[in-house]
T-cell receptor, first 119, second 114 residues
Framework: DTEVTQTPKHLVMGMTNKKSLKCEQHMGHRAMYWYKQKAKKPPELMFVYSYEKLSINESVPSRFSPECPNSSLLNLHLHALQPEDSALYLC??????????????????FGAGSRLTVL | AQSVTQLDSQVPVFEEAPVELRCNYSSSVSVYLFWYVQYPNQGLQLLLKYLSGSTLVESINGFEAEFNKSQTSFHLRKPSVHISDTAEYFCAVSLSGSARQLTFGSGTQLTVLP
């Protein structure tokens, strides 16, 4: 199994709703990532979990709340979002968050994304 | 800090013609280099990577890229494109292999015309 699975594929929510995006991988990877991608733009890093602990938060607003229940799962909880938060949210994983002399261990595998629309 | 420049935002090309997507980077230290492809309404897929060794790397679907250290480039080439190659292509650079330092270029939309 060499996939990163994201659900739902599409999500429409109002500004007062609470919803969650889910990501799952069974490759034994120990690092998981959330990226945000606006149309025709490159992905922007939001969060990195390393060995199930939050290691990087790229100054993301608190209306986005990540959670890593175990080494295979990564959630992104959404609350009180704004229309400008509409985007494609990509999950990714890698074997190890640091190279430690094994650069191939940090190649990212991306999921297909969850397309979020905030009304 | 490193940076990545993809010189062409859009590249239209006819089917079966050759194509080159350009990528230049700036860094004062050694880098790892990647090309990712994003088909419409999909996530990113790793197309090929340069980590070490041979400077010419190839993908399974006919793309190749050559790491040129003196010109700080990692251009992507294919001798004959297909309609199915239509996609957004992102060049990315990593300094130490740490994902935090993975920097993406702005992307190049390749459109293959019949």
């Amino acid at each position: 199994d060499t996939e990163v699975t994201q659900t739902p594929k599409h999500l429409v929510m109002g500004m007062t709703n609470k919803k969650s995006l889910k990501c799952e991988q069974h490759m034994g990877h120990r690092a998981m990532y959330w990226y945000k991608q606006k149309a025709k733009k490159p992905p922007e890093l939001m969060f990195v979990y390393s060995y199930e602990k939050l290691s990087i938060n790229e100054s993301v607003p608190s209306r986005f709340s990540p959670e890593c229940p175990n080494s295979s799962l990564l959630n992104l909880h959404l609350h009180a979002l704004q229309p400008e938060d509409s985007a494609l949210y990509l999950c990714a994983s890698s074997q190890d968050p640091n190279t430690s002399g094994r650069p191939g261990a940090n190649v990212l595998t991306f999921g297909a994304g969850s397309r979020l629309t905030v009304l | 800090a490193q940076s990545v420049t993809q010189l062409d935002s859009q590249v239209p090309v006819f089917e079966e013609a050759p194509v080159e997507l350009r990528c230049n980077y700036s860094s004062s230290v050694s880098v790892y280099l990647f090309w990712y492809v994003q088909y419409p309404n999909q996530g990113l897929q790793l197309l090929l990577k340069y980590l070490s060794g041979s400077t010419l790397v190839e993908s399974i679907n006919g793309f190749e890229a050559e790491f040129n250290k003196s010109q700080t480039s990692f251009h992507l080439r294919k001798p004959s494109v297909h309609i199915s190659d239509t996609a957004e292509y992102f060049c990315a650079v990593s300094l130490s292999g740490s994902a935090r330092q993975l920097t993406f270029g702005s992307g190049t939309q390749l459109t293959v015309l019949p």
